[in-house]
């Protein structure tokens, strides 16, 4: 009887832990934390919430506007909001040495009536804040979960670049993308402020150079001083530090207009020292001055004069970029730099000082999907986390092309989807390899397809949230699923036909025969792939060394429970913003003849605003992106849909960078949403785990 009462009482108590388990389980798998963007290293829901929206009382030794405004603050009130500082020692949390850059560390404990944030720095606390904003606008302002983080950056500069020397882009703009970037921890914004198209910092001291006359741009635009100190006040409340540069002595078109001579002549010299001084005082919160230095070609002589003066005179730390035309850059040859920022592959980590990886983060050269992923997967410089010569990395946008609105300039650029999977990469580290090593093609299974469909859903829950007023091209990818052949030899002719195109088979075969040869085909997933990529080999795509004069095809199967109206986002050649390719011909997606079918019917492109013209730097890029136009409507049947993609790769005339690629995802009408309740297929299976068993 004894033994028996003993079964019961054990089968009842496993009863219990599993209902536990299971309630367990269903809160987080509904926890608020779950989209916290970026992850944080460490978190555990531990109880019950605190509850908003009362009286709280306030405790915090640095002062911290950003978290004093989350909360109502009595000095009286029972519940409380704790700050504890603490040694970097006793934090414990990962850090190393950044001149200018605090230490970010935070451990949070968020009980019923308390929230203790611990911390090395002020900067520390305005993270901690981030979070607890995060948490709070996930339950709508209501409550914030129990929870209890331990969390610090993997690396400590996570930044965004605007190029407004070329591209001017509105003091109100980017204060609103401070705010909306700085809420996932992007803490540093790189500010380029001239270019041959315009010198924008106001120089009260010479005030032609800020004179239309000078400008063939955006002619007359400018940001006064005290935008300036206003605008970086403004980003130390949220954490962000302004970089600001003046590039010298290269894209100084507009200095030489100006002025009348070149930035490294005798008189130019002392000129951008004086313009220095302007900027420093501009900008007194800036612990670094870049001046650029880059491609134009230079002497060592005119970058120690001018980051000397910086050092001893200004008393600030000055950036270049890296490489720099005519210049070996090393601590003893430029013993006055005190960090570089790497931009193309001859970019080179500098021993002895920080380094800023950029070399493979211009998503002026982007697409919206594919190279979002490449730079999501890689890691930051091969390396997991930062060290004292790798400080982080930035997304650069360098809008070179002309635009209508500013806006097309955020959306083609697609800034807020890149910085934010740039910005958690540099948060959380890690990655599984460099992007020379893994490009920019999704895997279909495993790790990294976990790891970037997370932050897709993430990222996509704040793209309906924070982030609903802004101009987002990105819907999600991870569930299209693709059929690609080995490239059939087209002999140059685009239109040549082979035999994926007169098959009748439905699903399509996996292989073909052609002229005594078989012809395979492999699974792709994403809204887009590239085949060749627009770096060539240097970041693989999803064939190694595709040949010219070939032809490929992509298929898919669409699934939908019901007939129903929908649009599709369509590319086959996305137009860089630095790019002066000629547009497409009438009737043509592209300049290599692609073309694409659904249910047996053509899909034809939209009426080009630029028609078969070379377009120039000064010529608006307008609808040849699809982010810069209206989807294309489709309709779908009841039941399986057709997808068929015909991809000549042959010689692309007025195209200096022939990549090869395409884009096709379907969307709501409006082609803000990817289309719910439907499947990609390419072979028919209603079971997406079935479809995988075919995949390799």
Same mark, same amino acid.
């Given at each position: ?7 019961? @009482? ?54 911290? !506007? ?65 979070? @607890? ?47 909306? $970037? ?64 003046? =590039?010298?002595? &290269? ?24 313009? @220095? ?19 134009? &070609?230079? #002497? ?128 959380? *580290?890690? &990655? ?5 090593? *893994? ?38 990818? #991870? ?5 690609? #052949? ?47 990529? #627009? ?49 497409? =011909? ?20 939209? !009426? ?11 010529? =608006? ?25 015909? $991809? ?40 997406? =785990? ?7």
């Amino acid at each position: 009887m004894r033994r028996y009462f003993l079964f019961l @009482l054990g089968l009842l108590l496993l009863l219990l832990v599993g209902t536990q388990a299971s309630q367990a389980a269903v809160l987080t798998s509904s926890s608020p934390a779950t989209l916290l963007l970026p992850q944080p290293h460490q978190l555990s829901v531990t109880g019950e919430p605190f509850v908003l929206n009362r009286a709280v009382r306030l405790s915090d030794p640095t002062g911290s !506007a950003l978290l004093a405004s989350l909360f109502n603050v009595d000095g009286t009130a029972e519940a409380s909001v704790n700050v504890r500082c603490v040694s970097a020692d006793e934090l414990g949390t990962f850090d190393y040495d950044l001149p200018g850059f605090e230490n970010e560390g935070y451990l949070l404990s968020v009980t019923p009536h308390a929230i203790t944030i611990t911390v090395a720095s002020k900067t520390g606390v305005i993270r901690a804040a981030q979070t @607890l904003m995060q948490l709070a606008a996930a339950t709508g302002g209501k409550y914030i979960e129990g929870v209890s983080i331990t969390d610090y950056p993997a690396f400590k500069l996570r930044g965004f670049m605007h190029d407004v020397g070329r591209s001017f882009i509105s003091i109100e703009e980017l204060r609103k993308e401070i705010d909306l $970037l700085s809420r996932f921890k992007v803490n540093a914004f790189h500010w380029h402020l001239t270019d041959n198209q315009g010198f924008r910092f106001e120089s009260k001291r010479y005030p032609q150079l800020n004179s239309a006359a000078a400008m063939t741009r955006f002619a007359g635009m400018f940001y006064t001083q005290e935008q300036c100190t206003e605008l970086e006040a403004y980003a130390a409340e949220r954490g962000v530090t302004i970089i600001p540069e003046i =590039d010298m002595p &290269g894209h100084s078109k507009a200095f030489t207009t100006a002025m009348g001579y070149a930035m490294s002549s005798n008189q130019g010299r002392p000129v951008l020292k004086q313009l @220095l001084s302007e900027l420093a005082e501009a900008f007194p919160l800036a612990p670094y001055i870049h001046i650029g230095a880059d491609e134009a &070609g230079t #002497t060592a002589a005119f970058v120690n004069e001018m980051s000397q003066y910086i050092h001893e005179t200004l008393h600030r730390r000055c950036i270049v970029w890296n490489p720099i035309s005519g210049v070996n850059i090393s601590t003893a040859t430029l013993p006055y730099i005190d960090m570089t920022e790497m931009w193309s592959t001859a970019g080179k980590k500098i021993s002895g000082v920080p380094n800023i990886d950029c070399r493979y983060n211009y998503v002026n050269h982007f697409d919206v999907f594919a190279d979002l992923v490449g730079i999501y997967k890689s890691n930051i410089y091969y390396a997991e986390q930062g060290n004292s010569e790798l400080a982080g990395a930035i997304t650069a946008l360098w809008n070179d092309r002309k635009t209508p609105t500013e806006r097309d300039i955020i959306c083609q650029n697609n800034l807020y989807a890149n910085a934010l999977a740039t910005s958690e990469r540099g948060w959380k *580290g890690g &990655g599984k390899q460099y992007i020379e090593t *893994g490009g920019t093609t999704l895997p279909n299974t495993g790790s990294e397809w976990e790891e970037f469909q997370d932050w897709e859903r993430r990222f996509l829950y704040y793209k309906d949230t924070w982030l609903s007023e802004e101009p987002i091209p990105y819907v999600r990818q #991870t569930d299209v699923r693709w059929r690609i #052949t080995t490239p059939f030899p087209n002999g140059g002719d685009a239109s040549a036909v082979f035999p994926p195109e007169t098959a009748t088979d439905a699903p399509l075969p996996f292989s073909f025969e052609y002229e005594g040869t078989t012809y395979g085909s492999a699974v792709a997933t994403g809204a887009a792939v590239y085949l060749r990529h #627009t770096w060539g080999t240097t970041v693989p795509a999803f064939f190694a060394n595709p040949a010219l004069n070939t032809t490929t095809y992509a298929w898919t199967y669409v699934y939908s429970p019901i007939a129903q109206e929908a649009a599709a986002l369509i590319e086959f050649q996305n137009y860089g913003r630095s790019e002066n390719d000629r547009a497409p =011909d009438a009737r043509c997606w592209d300049r290599k003849g692609s073309r694409i079918f659904l249910n047996d019917t053509e899909l034809l492109p939209p !009426a080009w605003e630029n028609t078969g013209r070379d377009i120039n730097a000064e010529v =608006d890029l307008r609808n040849e992106n699809f982010a810069a136009r209206e989807p294309l409507a489709v309709s779908l049947r009841a039941g399986w849909n057709k997808v068929f993609i015909k $991809l000549p790769y042959v010689p692309a005339s007025g195209v200096r960078l022939n990549k090869w690629m395409f884009t096709f995802v379907l969307t709501t009408p409006d082609g803000r949403q990817a289309l719910d309740n439907i499947i990609y297929s390419p072979s028919k299976h209603s079971n997406p =785990d079935e479809d995988a068993e075919v995949w390799e």
